[in-house]
């Protein structure tokens, strides 16, 4: 049955707003729908090459590795469904606890330091007068040397024959014997978390003294004529202003130690008797070392949830800051 | 002659140039009558493989140079009797599971791996049988020894060809031994012991990796394991036996050393270490290949003169090794097999082989008896011990048969992080008993 003619018109509007838009020139509506066609024909043209990638390189390996978590495939053999029997299986593996706890402990430790010590850097560069140009540019050389090529030195120094750690604090007198720096699983994991620390404090000095320069000095001088002193200027004036920068310098550091893989790799291989294995670490010996491809989608997917909260506080935390500025 | 150069990532690749030849189909014809290769050479013609065909060899940087110069100037001599290209890729050995597991999920790469230890087997699935290349070649040859045999043979079909295994060995320090009184290296695990003792009150302690490194520490670790009369699981590959008076024995025993005689920061190790530290003059005694004797000869003359080699001591269950294995898997989703058999078949014969097995100076045993009696053993009176090493081997997963899960097991250490564990303090039983259960799920999936 057909439509009645009104009901038919492309907008369906009342009467009364059919009349509005006739005064404002129903043709230039339909101009403007035309125009509004072309831009996101265009924006669809322009998107279409991030798309692809992120489809690609993003999406794709992502469904695939979580299909892969729900398969027993192996090498060479794609394997059958097995549902959530490899999530299970994992949270029976002495060695995948072992694991989870260690990359809790390397995050924890790691990303505290890289805060404490980059905020002192940074207050430190920014009160420099001189130097400051050649100071930051080699500040940053630990975060630009390619991480492998450094975690080798630092396995160099923590050699427990040729340590030059060790041969600099004897012949300081600071030590009698030498100290197995990867030897104990207390060590190792400190020595670890050393290497971390050095190589990401760079990235927080140099973000948060960006934050520093931001914040008025004004602040500061009134500050100064209430009577407060140093502690009392960074306690109530730097380290409020200086929040919402910490919080998403913080939390990419977070997501980027917590899927550390190539240090720990490196300096220790997960060993001695797996007190340093990671998440992504131990997932790389089930998935490659073992050839369990599917164990070690699993275990790699198990860093998920974590990392997914950690994203979803991030974004909620970067669309309230602007939020806040949109309304001030 | 090919040219040798290196690629982005640093691998060093050969490139041998394409020859076309003449009559190719008739001397395919006359080499398939003739059967393989030596039928080609007869023939003095190449038989018809596409212009442009090219073979891709994945293999690891030896710790002899020498003898990848005599392989890459062999396949040069392969590709310009059969009119291809042989391209040799090497990378480092621990790199090679990486890329193999790439590789075979990716159904492309190289067509020839060569694949270390009891790996084929994680990969069996993704390899080709070879069982027409390497059967007969062990017939000609003499017959296989069980290691290399078990570590590429798998469900009654050959999934590799066994190229050779490293040999093993303590090194040791002539003098420093004397100073302590003994003329000969000790034959027992308890004679070992007192030597260690000595040696460390001296400070010339014994070094052992306990890393997580692929050789080292599992060589030692099994083989220590096996001397005591441990094993993993049954003959029925299913059961495991690890938690027995033997493996207790063994940790016990490794403990004591432990603090006695080794040398206590090689908890991480790696296997380069003890090569450093030796030849450094830290340590007194360390188990390796001979490439620590080599490196000496070149740059160490006075170790040099003081170093020797010995075989592993005897247990109450007798002597035992577990040998790193090298073999070349020609892989399923190759579009070469035909022409990388060709090629296993050429540089295993015994002209080419030879040739390889000589500069590699008793770094490599064959896989086969043949070369037992070869001149190369008793070159040097200092390498004839590494002779006899192979015919002591046992295979991870031992007394069941080799397979996937006694890979698995070796993979995630479990072995060496037993000894490790007791170590750390864990007392021997706990320790057995953390291993015992980690195999059992292992064996028991």
Redesign the interface.
């Known amino acids: 049955m057909p439509a009645p003619a009104e009901s038919a018109t492309p907008t369906a509007l009342p009467k009364p707003a059919m009349t509005r838009l006739a005064a404002i020139g129903l043709g230039r509506f339909r101009r403007a729908s035309r125009t509004e066609r072309r831009e996101w024909l265009l924006a669809l043209i322009l998107l279409t090459p991030a798309l692809v990638m992120l489809g690609l390189f993003v999406a794709y390996p992502f469904v695939r590795g979580i299909w892969l978590g729900l398969l027993d495939s192996v090498v060479g053999r794609e394997g059958d469904f097995v549902g959530l029997r490899n999530y299970v299986k994992l949270w029976n593996d002495d060695i995948f606890r072992r694991a989870a706890a260690n990359t809790f402990i390397y995050t924890g430790f790691a990303t505290s330091l890289k805060l404490t010590l980059g905020m002192i850097v940074a207050l430190m560069l920014n009160n420099l007068i001189g130097w400051k140009r050649i100071l930051r540019a080699s500040m940053l050389l630990p975060w630009i040397v390619p991480t492998v090529l450094s975690t080798l030195a630092w396995k160099w120094m923590f050699d427990p024959t040729f340590s030059i750690v060790n041969w600099i604090l004897y012949h300081l007198g600071f030590i009698r014997l030498r100290i197995d720096w990867l030897g104990g699983p207390v060590m190792a994991m400190g020595s670890v978390i050393l290497v971390n620390v050095w190589r990401g404090t760079p990235f927080f000095a140099i973000t948060l003294l960006a934050g520093l320069q931001t914040i008025n000095p004004d602040v500061y001088e009134a500050a100064s004529i209430d009577g407060a002193n140093p502690w009392q200027r960074f306690w109530r004036v730097t380290w409020p202003l200086l929040m919402p920068v910490t919080t998403v310098v913080m939390l990419f550091s977070v997501i980027q130690t917590f899927a550390d893989f190539q240090l720990v790799y490196i300096l220790t291989g997960g060993g001695p008797a797996n007190s340093t294995h990671l998440f992504a670490t131990y997932a790389y010996q089930i998935g490659v070392a073992t050839g369990k491809l599917g164990e070690g989608a699993a275990a790699s997917l198990a860093m998920f949830p974590f990392l997914f909260l950690v994203v979803i506080f991030q974004l909620w935390y970067i669309r309230r800051g602007e939020g806040g500025r949109g309304s001030a | 002659m090919g040219e040798e150069r290196r690629g982005t990532s640093g691998k060093r690749w050969t490139s041998v140039p394409r020859r076309t030849f003449l009559k190719a189909a008739a001397a395919s014809a006359g080499a398939a009558a003739l059967g393989g290769m030596p039928g080609i050479l007869h023939a003095g013609q190449a038989p018809a493989y596409p212009k442009g065909t090219r073979l891709h060899l994945l293999q690891w940087l030896n710790f002899v140079p020498a003898g990848d110069k005599v392989f890459l100037a062999q396949a040069e001599e392969f590709a310009k009797q059969m009119g291809v290209e042989v391209q040799v890729e090497r990378i480092g050995m621990n790199d090679v599971?990486?890329r193999?597991?790439a590789a075979?999920?990716a159904k492309s790469g190289p067509d020839i791996i060569l694949i270390p230890n009891n790996l084929p087997h994680?990969?069996?699935?993704?390899?080709a049988d070879v069982s027409d290349v390497a059967e007969p070649l062990g017939k000609e040859q003499g017959g296989y020894y069980n290691l290399p045999r078990a570590n590429a043979f798998s469900g009654g079909r050959w999934i590799a060809v066994p190229q050779f295994v490293y040999s093993w060995g303590w090194n040791y320090r002539e003098s420093w031994l004397r100073e302590i009184g003994y003329e000969k290296f000790p034959d027992t695990w308890e004679g070992f012991r007192d030597m260690a003792k000595k040696l460390k009150a001296m400070g010339r302690a014994v070094g052992q990796a306990?890393?997580?490194?692929e050789n080292d520490p599992n060589n030692y670790c099994y083989a220590l394991l096996w001397c005591f009369g441990g094993a993993e699981v049954e003959k029925d590959g299913k059961t495991v036996v690890l938690d027995k008076k033997g493996t207790l024995e063994a940790i016990k025993y490794n403990t004591a050393l432990w603090k006695e005689g080794l040398?206590?920061?090689?908890?991480?190790?790696?296997d380069a270490?003890n090569n450093?530290?030796f030849l450094?003059g830290?340590l007194s005694v360390t188990g390796n290949s001979p490439s620590i004797y080599f490196v000496a000869r070149d740059k160490f003359p006075d170790i040099f003169k003081d170093l020797n080699h010995a075989p592993m001591p005897k247990g109450p269950a007798g002597r035992f090794y577990q040998l790193p294995t090298l073999s070349s898997a020609v892989m399923?989703y190759s579009k070469n097999q035909k022409l990388a058999r060709e090629f296993i078949r050429w540089y295993m014969a015994k002209p080419q082989f030879e040739k390889w097995f000589d500069v590699m100076d008793t770094f490599a045993v064959p896989p086969t008896k043949m070369w037992y009696d070869h001149p190369v053993w008793v070159r040097d009176r200092k390498n004839v011990v590494f002779r006899d090493v192979i015919k002591d081997s046992l295979w991870p997963g031992y007394a069941g048969p080799p397979s996937?899960k006694a890979?698995?097991a070796m993979?995630?250490?479990i072995i060496v992080?037993m000894f490790?564990?007791a170590i750390?303090g864990a007392t021997p039983e706990e320790a057995l008993k953390?291993g015992a259960?980690?195999l059992k799920?292992i064996y028991g999936?």
């Open positions: 599971r990486t193999a597991t075979i999920e994680l990969f069996a699935d993704g390899l306990f890393g997580h490194s040398d206590e920061s090689g908890l991480s190790w790696d270490t450093r530290a450094a830290s399923k996937r890979s698995e993979a995630k250490y992080d490790v564990k750390q953390w259960g980690e799920k999936a």
